[in-house]
């Protein structure tokens, strides 16, 4: 046999087989999404969503506490209002005694250590659950949808969020945001991550059910991306929000889409990454365990290193209290 051909004794033992990853999956690299809805006491079961729950604020501090001993190191929060009146403009986003708000100044006293982000949207507060406002013939409204995603983003800024992650994907509204923050003096305050290239994906079923979002007509395909859209997830990571001040790009869903995460690790090479393992993604790594076609633990890792090989630095993960428990760092 040629000497090239030759690699196993290269990884013959756990770590050297560990050496052969240009980087390493930590417990840093998660950000745990969590549901707060507007009952303060409320700790309810989301069955499609295994081992999830929709929190009221009281129950913050039982919940996290034990994670954040254990090393949790960020959260992204979503609210779930289910009281609340919502309207065409989605009022209720950045009601001071809304459970997002609510929830940043508790979690900021609690856990001074915590870095805490926020899903920007309007879907869980539009009577219509679209990420915007529309026309009266239904379609986008482009100009006011950024307006009002902007004023709910600085909000959540001056509330105290550490990062606000807008996920509605209207065009413009990263410059919309960044301006705002700066303007009002959160420019060194408050990190943009911008779910840049968010595709209109069949994984976020479990999740509307969790936060209410579906839309009540039509899709999403006007903002999100076609799945087969990889020159438009390149626009939107490089032309559109790198160039309008986001300071972090993600995309969304993840494992389908690692040539999208690939590419947006060379086109926004000096940003850090985010990748969204999200709701179906999760489901789907829950199902297929239960159904015997792997171990649970295996594939989490399989699936998540995937994603940090293909150059991903931060993954949103419902994973992330395991991943505190399976890691050591
Ligand atoms: C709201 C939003 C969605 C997700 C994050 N923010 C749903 C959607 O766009 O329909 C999906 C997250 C998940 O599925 O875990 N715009
Ligand atoms: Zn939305």
Same mark, same amino acid.
């Not at 990884?11 to 770590?15: A, D, E, G, I, V």
């Not at 009952?39 to 295994?50: E, G």
């Not at 507060?125 to 990420?131: A, I, L, M, N």
């Not at 840049?196 to 595709?199: G, I, L, Q």
């Given at each position: +046999?040629d =000497? !090239?051909?030759i690699?196993?004794?290269g990884?013959?033992?756990?770590?050297s087989r560990?050496w052969?990853?240009?980087r390493?999956l930590?417990?840093?690299m998660f950000?745990?999404p969590?549901f707060?809805?507007d009952?303060?006491?409320? !700790?309810?079961?989301?069955?499609?969503?295994?081992g999830?729950?929709?929190?009221g604020?009281?129950? #913050?501090e039982g919940f996290?506490?034990?994670? /954040?001993?254990k090393g949790?190191?960020?959260?992204?929060?979503?609210?779930?209002p289910l009281n609340c009146k &919502?309207?065409?403009?989605?009022?209720?986003?950045?009601?001071?005694?809304g459970?997002?708000i609510?929830?940043?100044?508790?979690?900021?006293s609690?856990f001074? !250590?915590?870095?805490i982000?926020c899903d920007?949207?309007?879907c869980e507060?539009?009577?219509?659950?679209?990420?915007g406002?529309?026309? $009266?013939? *239904?379609?986008?409204?482009?100009e006011p949808? /950024?307006?009002?995603i902007a004023?709910?983003?600085?909000?959540y800024?001056?509330a105290g969020?550490?990062?606000?992650?807008?996920?509605?994907? +209207?065009?413009?509204?990263? &410059?919309?945001?960044?301006?705002? #923050? =700066?303007?009002?003096g959160?420019?060194? &305050?408050c990190?943009?991550?911008s779910y840049?290239?968010?595709?209109a994906? *069949?994984?976020?079923?479990?999740?509307r059910d969790?936060a209410?979002?579906?839309?009540?007509?039509?899709?999403?395909?006007?903002?999100?991306?076609?799945?087969t859209?990889?020159?438009?997830?390149?626009?939107?990571?490089?032309?559109?929000?790198?160039?309008?001040?986001?300071?972090?790009?993600m /995309? &969304?869903?993840?494992l389908?889409?690692l040539?999208i995460?690939?590419?947006a690790?060379?086109?926004? $090479?000096?940003?850090?990454?985010?990748?969204y393992? /999200?709701s *179906?993604?999760f489901?789907?790594?829950?199902?297929?365990?239960?159904?015997?076609?792997y171990? #649970?633990k295996a594939m989490a890792?399989?699936?998540?290193?995937? +994603?940090?090989?293909?150059g991903?630095t931060?993954?949103?993960?419902?994973?992330?209290?395991?991943?505190?428990?399976? #890691? !050591?760092?």
């Open positions: +046999m =000497i !090239s051909s690699l196993q004794g990884y013959q033992h756990p770590l560990s052969q990853s240009r390493q930590t417990k840093s950000m745990y969590i707060i809805t009952d303060p006491d409320a !700790s309810v079961v989301i069955p499609t969503l295994p999830q729950r929709r929190w604020v009281n129950k #913050l996290l506490g034990p994670l /954040v001993q949790l190191s960020s959260v992204i929060l979503f609210g779930v &919502k309207d065409f403009r989605g009022t209720p986003a950045d009601d001071e005694n459970p997002v609510q929830a940043i100044k508790k979690l900021r609690l001074p !250590s915590l870095y982000a920007v949207c309007l507060y539009t009577s219509h659950g679209h990420c406002l529309l026309h $009266s013939d *239904g379609t986008i409204n482009t949808s /950024v307006e009002r004023e709910v983003a600085l909000s800024a001056i969020a550490h990062c606000v992650a807008p996920s509605d994907m +209207m065009d413009g509204r990263i &410059k919309a945001i960044k301006r705002k #923050l =700066i303007d009002a959160f420019g060194n &305050k990190t943009l991550m840049s290239a968010k595709f994906s *069949g994984l976020y079923g479990p999740f969790a209410g979002s579906a839309p009540s007509f039509g899709n999403r395909k006007c903002y999100q991306l076609p799945p859209a990889k020159g438009l997830a390149r626009r939107a990571i490089q032309q559109r929000d790198t160039a309008e001040g986001a300071d972090i790009i /995309v &969304k869903p993840a389908p889409y040539d995460i690939a590419d690790a060379q086109l926004a $090479s000096d940003h850090p990454i985010a990748c393992q /999200v *179906g993604e489901a789907m790594v829950h199902a297929g365990a239960a159904a015997g076609v171990d #649970l890792f399989e699936t998540t290193e995937s +994603m940090v090989r293909a991903a931060l993954i949103l993960s419902y994973f992330t209290p395991e991943f505190l428990d399976w #890691l !050591s760092t």
